[in-house]
């Protein structure tokens, strides 16, 4: 009984210093695994081999972890998941080549210019245009770029970004709850349970693109007035750059597209060729340095390693819960309070995770809870589908509410803040709160009348 509420406590301690934001997360989950390994698992336990199971490192020496002919494994995994974090990795190197080549600034600048600059249709390319970019790129990277962009678009064509921002940074994370690769906590889903790309795309997809359907008429609708008043202020359009002036290096340019677009196809195919997350973020990532040249060593600076170091403690805290029986003891507590009823089951996975991720970050939440679905769903893989797409749009969509809920909040509300548009959690919630509430209406009816 010790080892499970020493777990437990280390878990709660290691969220609330993670909400708190004193210190920086990646250290506190460091940590807080260090303590998991050290007294939960080697001093209470005794137990060398949960230690070992934990790290996962033997993971890595598996042909399964590289290559899974058939791709079709759909069993849950314990500790640290070595998959997710060099997809991530990959991903991000990818990005950063991308990024130093010019190629996010150059489709901004040529989307406004196609919509000639006026705001409504702007306003509506750019939320579109956030939402299909977070379904391939980190929703983190999506809003750094889109929300700087926009910025810079208010200054010349005199509005106020702060809408447009807040439309984007939801659009981004609804986009992201698409497909397996679009957020963390669906990589987390996907990598744990065996589910591809396009399993995603054809459940959570679904439900995403009606969201987002939805969303365009609801931020349209609330801001229609700011909308009109910015197209009556005269502009000089002739002034404004031209796209291609944000084309630092052709080559770079042209190769980074390739290689985007290359990973997309592997990533769409992946159930089919076999090759793992893993092996196509790594092949990615050495195919984007190979290709940087000179650059080489700026990328690799660029890589977000502290996201990494937060995704190594948190996986390993979470096993501890694993290896004690805690998660066991949740998912028991969820059947016996849903009396085995799928539609109650899928009700309280998509509602309580939304509820825990709009406060929380959805990160450590989603790796939290996929042992605790797979227990839910016992050998009854159909089940183990549904309470996977119902956490997925639970915690994705959940994160949206409110300014801490999802990194790509936290991040676009400090770009914004940057340049003096500072977006309060007033201001945040008046727009986020409703427009969250109806995508998990949406993804709530969607899932009883497909899967229940």
């Known amino acids: 009984m010790v080892a499970p509420i020493a777990a437990s406590v280390i878990f709660v ?21 260090l303590l998991t390994l050290a007294v939960v698992l080697g001093i209470i336990l005794h137990s060398p081999s949960a230690i070992w199971s934990t790290i996962n490192l033997s993971s890595l020496v598996d042909a399964g972890f590289w290559y899974t002919p058939l791709a079709d494994g759909h069993g849950g995994h314990s500790g640290i998941d070595w998959a997710t974090i060099i997809f991530i990795a990959g991903m991000m190197v990818m990005v950063e080549g991308m990024a130093k080549s010019g190629f996010f600034r150059w489709l ?9 600059y006026r705001s409504a249709p702007l306003f509506i390319a750019f939320m579109v245009m ?111 750059p031209s796209p291609s002036s944000a084309i630092i290096n052709m080559r770079d340019f042209v190769i980074s597209i390739i290689i985007f677009l290359t990973a997309v196809v592997l990533l ?68 016996n309070v849903s009396g085995g009823n799928l539609m109650v089951m899928c009700a309280i996975v998509i509602w309580v995770s939304a509820l825990a991720s709009a406060f929380v970050d959805n990160i450590p939440f989603a790796a939290t809870m996929v042992p605790i679905i797979t227990s839910l769903a016992g050998a009854d893989g159909t089940i183990l589908a549904t309470l996977a797409w119902s956490l997925a749009m639970g915690t994705d969509i959940g994160g949206c509410a409110t300014p801490i809920g999802a990194s790509a909040n936290v991040v ?32 709530t009816v969607v899932i009883f009348l497909r899967y229940c």
């Not at 934001?21 to 695994?33: A, F, M, N």
């Not at 698409?178 to 906590?185: F, K, Q, R």
Request: neutral net charge; aromatic residues 8%.
């Open 13 to 33: 301690a290691m969220f609330i210093l993670i909400v708190t934001d004193k210190i920086e997360r990646h250290i506190v989950t460091l940590i807080c695994g």
């Open 268 to 335: 769409v195919t992946h159930a089919q060729t076999g090759l793992s997350v893993a092996t196509i973020g790594l092949g990615i990532a050495v195919i984007t340095l190979v290709c940087a040249g000179q650059g080489v060593l700026e990328i690799i600076k660029k890589v977000d390693y502290k996201t990494l170091l937060f995704f190594v403690g948190l996986f390993i805290v979470v096993g501890g819960l694993e290896q004690t029986g805690v998660l066991k003891i949740i998912a028991d507590f969820i059947a």
């Open 130 to 240: 956030s939402a299909a970019l977070a379904m391939f790129i980190d929703s983190i990277t999506v809003i750094l770029f889109l929300a700087a962009i926009t910025i810079e678009l208010a200054k010349l064509l005199k509005f106020n970004p702060v809408p447009m921002i807040l439309a984007e940074i939801f659009c981004a994370n609804l986009g992201g709850s698409a497909t397996m690769c679009g957020d963390p906590p669906n990589i987390i889903i996907g990598s744990a349970l065996g589910y591809s790309f396009a399993d995603f795309l054809t459940n959570t997809g679904l439900i995403a693109g009606l969201g987002l359907i939805a969303m365009v008429i609801y931020f349209y609708l609330t801001n229609r007035k700011a909308l009109k008043d910015a197209d009556k202020v005269e502009k000089d359009i002739c002034s404004l």
């Open 108 to 116: 901004c600048m040529w989307l406004a210019k196609l919509v000639n």
């Open 412 to 443: 676009g509300t400090s770009v914004a803040a940057k340049s003096g548009y500072l977006i309060g959690w007033g201001k945040f919630c008046k727009q986020s709160v409703p427009a969250t509430i109806i995508v998990l209406i949406i993804s």
